[in-house]
């Protein structure tokens, strides 16, 4: 097998500075994350260190709901930021 590398190609990429996420885009990106971030802490616990005894603190609000919806909006947030269109005035590239 040949494997053929057009360089011109490789150099024309290499000009090019738009990125298909914005500066702003990666901002909502890492927010997202650590919302999500935040719902796994909020998940965390509620466990006991004997295993005979039986703790109904892990069946409270706080792991059964808020955090799986905590995570669910960090995803929706990482989603809709990698899937918004950029503004026209929005410029990637650097001044």
């Given at each position: 097998m040949s494997y053929i590398i057009d360089f011109e190609l490789f150099l024309n990429m290499a000009?090019?500075?738009?990125m298909a996420?914005?500066?702003r885009g990666l901002k909502w990106i890492l927010m997202g994350f650590l919302?999500?971030?935040?719902?796994?802490?909020?998940m965390m616990g509620?466990?006991?260190k004997d295993p005979q005894v039986f703790n109904w603190s892990?069946?409270?609000f706080r792991h059964l709901v808020a955090a799986p919806?905590?995570?669910?909006?960090?995803?929706?947030?990482?989603?809709?930021?990698i899937m918004r269109r950029p503004v026209e005035g929005e410029d990637n590239s650097k001044k």
């Amino acid at each position: 097998m040949s494997y053929i590398i057009d360089f011109e190609l490789f150099l024309n990429m290499a000009d090019n500075s738009k990125m298909a996420i914005t500066k702003r885009g990666l901002k909502w990106i890492l927010m997202g994350f650590l919302v999500m971030l935040a719902g796994f802490i909020l998940m965390m616990g509620g466990g006991v260190k004997d295993p005979q005894v039986f703790n109904w603190s892990m069946f409270d609000f706080r792991h059964l709901v808020a955090a799986p919806v905590v995570i669910l909006c960090g995803v929706v947030i990482v989603i809709i930021a990698i899937m918004r269109r950029p503004v026209e005035g929005e410029d990637n590239s650097k001044k």
